[in-house]
């Protein structure tokens, strides 16, 4: 072929998006053996492509411009003696991409070896068969292989240097990564209906749901602390890779880092027990007595209802983690007991009156043996397990007595399954399970993670996972549903791989990402698989209850999703033939902040404190009595009914956001809306944390 000595660089054109389009359009062709298209003629091809791509070194093959695809078309006929068209090439170029995606999962999983004369995979009948039962679309592969393999990776995966993306200094180094992208955007397994398996979870992609029961104020309930488990991935040392999208290296985003700062003031207003440096002028000491019924201190925790050392919150952060780890503990006396909950809801909604004035009987209410729990447990088990990866370099002895008293709480969850919401009925009313499943899978991800012990990885996948994974069925990351944060979370090992890794666990943690990329392209707002459920202006919207839950909580793990795909250099996100990256999902997180904080049609922040303009009249006992009110149980309504807005402003307070015609209505009296939550507060630590800048995950936390 002959060699050019010099060219200007190809810019991406449109044809990326029609290459995309025609994906979709193959789907029934044959994409091992079209006749027109001999493995000689490929490979020609193939080899032409690599060549062109020399000189577009910011540019993949699926972005030539008209130029490049002139000089491929040209070198291909006078090769081959042919007189091919661009479009019939453009068209083979996408069926030659179909053909790497389903091939390109085979390479993730370690039972599978590598014939390098044949230029195919080696492995016995056995797993072929379990193999394909998932992937049937993989079956024509053992016939025809794929020998230009090796040359589609670096058709499709090759890095760019475009300057879009900066890689912060201090001496990278990544052995034995796997650079390539990861193919697949589309999930396709057909799974039968487990025990637990729940039947009113809505996928992403339908519109929205019922309102969920409003919580109680004044009651600390373990499900709701431990449900809304905000605890950021730890974040990693200078040595690892930091990509920033459209950034400076390390810079950091300062609206985010003053909204952080404020979304953290609001646990130390949810704090109960004997408050230790106290900064809150109008809280005190409250709930002193709880627990004593059992013999126990239940004092501290919190009130339920109504990259951060880089911008100095990290300390702040630890404090109210450990307020409520410090209560878990205490809250687990022994193997096979756990208190959930302090106080009685029915009780509480008929006062208004500040913590520190209840005098109320608060009596503890515990899962044990005979009373299951496993979701509340299971949840506890979860939040004390990633909290003992936060404690482990700062103290060994209480990350220690953490993890033990996770691993504990898992054997009582799993041993003894059965739903709290049956166990201690008025919590129906409240905080009603859907299933416990879903827990279990996130209670032992989390152990996972926090020993890498291989027990765990087993268990969330060749011995639950098809019961209790909900492959293929997407939903919505809640207090609730644990099933995206599980998937999202076990994603990352299929990114970046783990120790010992058996074929049939590697096939499941690849159904895991599936799902999980499934969740990602249901939220970008262009996406051909793009959720309905938003508002005119691109809120995510699932329940008029608490509306705000859905879209932070989503947003949370786009950006988790965004920094695993950054830091394992894999570029694509594969969306029913159409390719996004991940500032896509960086962006999408960033609409769904903003909007949040005051770039929405209301003009206000629903962050209290934050800006010029948010809620006056938030849902909240302590913030809507003045502080020298002397007031009981019943009289302390007239605070409630009050037209004056809140004497004390709850500073960090996310309340529960619009209605789907983005309209806010801020009434004391409206719960609905105005009702913040500690587990809204912990999701939108996590989202704020993570677009403070772009950060890079550690590839394992053991």
């Known amino acids: ?116 004369r044949r230029k195919m995979v080696d492995v016995d009948d056995l797993v072929w068969k379990e193999y394909i039962e998932v992937h049937p679309e993989i079956e024509p592969y053992r016939k025809w292989g794929c020998p230009i393999y090796e040359e589609l990776c670096t058709i499709f995966t090759k890095p760019k240097a475009t300057g879009e993306f900066a890689i912060a200094i201090g001496g990278y180094s990544r052995s034995g990564s796997n650079n390539l992208a990861h193919p697949r955007g589309n999930v396709n397994a057909n799974i039968s209906n487990g025990r637990n398996k729940r039947q009113s979870a809505q996928p992403v992609g339908s519109g929205p749901n019922k309102k969920h029961d409003k919580g109680t104020e004044n009651s600390k309930e373990i499900n709701s602390v431990s449900k809304s488990n905000g605890t950021a991935a730890p974040q990693s040392d200078d040595q690892t890779l930091l990509v920033i999208p459209n950034s400076i290296p390390g810079a950091i985003v300062e609206k985010y880092v003053n909204a952080l700062e404020i979304t953290l003031q609001f646990f130390d207003f949810q704090k109960s027990g004997k408050l230790v440096n106290n900064r809150i002028a109008w809280r005190g000491d409250s709930g002193l007595r709880d627990g004593n019924e059992e013999n126990l201190d239940l004092s501290k925790g919190m009130y339920d209802a109504d990259h951060m050392n880089a911008v100095k919150q990290l300390e702040h952060a630890q404090d109210s983690l450990k307020w409520i780890t410090d209560y878990l503990i205490n809250a687990h006396p022994s193997a096979n007991v756990l208190s959930v909950q302090v106080g009685d809801p029915e009780v509480d909604h008929n006062c208004w009156e500040m913590p520190e004035a209840m005098n109320e009987k608060r009596p503890p209410v515990q899962v044990n043996m005979s009373f299951p729990g496993t979701e509340v447990a299971a949840e506890t088990a979860a939040t004390m397990a990633s909290a003992s990866m936060v404690f482990k370099k700062i103290d060994f002895t209480y990350s220690s007595m953490l993890l033990m008293h996770a691993q504990q709480l898992f054997i009582l969850a799993d041993t003894y399954q059965g739903s709290y919401s049956v166990s201690i009925p008025q919590v129906q009313k409240y905080y009603n399970s859907t299933g416990y499943g879903d827990e279990l899978l996130w209670a032992a991800t989390w152990l996972y993670h926090a020993t890498g012990k291989q027990f765990y990885l087993k268990y969330v996948t060749e011995q639950n996972g098809k019961e209790f994974a909900c492959w293929g069925s997407p939903t919505w990351f809640s207090w609730d549903d644990k099933h995206a944060g599980t998937q999202v979370l076990l994603s990352r090992i299929n990114f970046f791989g783990a120790k010992y890794e058996s074929t049939s666990e590697n096939l499941d943690l690849q159904l895991y990402r599936e799902s999980a ?184 936390f053991a």
């Open 1 to 116: 072929m002959p060699k050019r000595m010099s060219r200007k660089k190809g810019k991406r054109g449109s044809d990326s998006e029609r290459i995309d389009n025609q994906t979709n359009q193959e789907q029934s062709e044959d994409v091992w053996s079209r006749p027109n298209w001999p493995p000689r003629l490929e490979k020609v091809f193939v080899e032409l492509l690599i060549e062109e791509m020399k000189y577009h070194l910011d540019v993949c093959a699926t972005g030539f411009n008209e130029e490049a695809w002139d000089h491929v078309c040209k070198e291909f006929n006078q090769e081959t003696s042919l007189n091919y068209d661009k479009m019939e090439l453009k068209k083979h170029l996408a069926v030659l991409r179909k053909r790497y995606r389903i091939v390109k999962p085979l390479y993730n999983h370690g039972g599978f070896g590598w014939d390098y």
């Open 517 to 700: 990329e499934a969740i990602m392209c249901a939220l970008l707002p262009d996406s051909p698989t793009a959720t309905s459920s938003r508002t005119e202006s691109g809120l995510i919207w699932v329940s008029e209850w608490n509306s705000l839950q859905h879209p932070v909580a989503s947003a949370f793990l786009a950006v988790l999703y965004s920094d695993y795909m950054l830091t394992s250099q894999t570029e694509t996100l594969y969306c029913n033939g159409k390719s996004y990256k991940p500032e896509d999902l960086h962006k999408f997180a960033i609409s769904q902040a903003d909007y949040v904080l005051g770039n929405n049609p209301m003009k206000m922040s629903y962050l209290i404190g934050y800006g010029s303009s948010y809620p006056q009249y938030a849902h909240h006992r302590g913030s809507s009595i003045p502080v020298d009110a002397k007031t009981g149980c019943r009289d302390g309504f007239k605070w409630l009914n009050s037209s004056h807005p809140n004497p004390n402003v709850a500073v960090g307070a996310l309340v529960g956001g619009p209605f789907l015609n983005e309209t806010y209505n801020d009434s004391r009296r409206n719960s609905m809306q105005c009702e913040p939550t500690t587990y809204n507060s912990a999701l939108i630590v996590g989202l704020l944390s993570g677009l403070i800048t772009s950060s890079s995950m550690v590839e394992s």
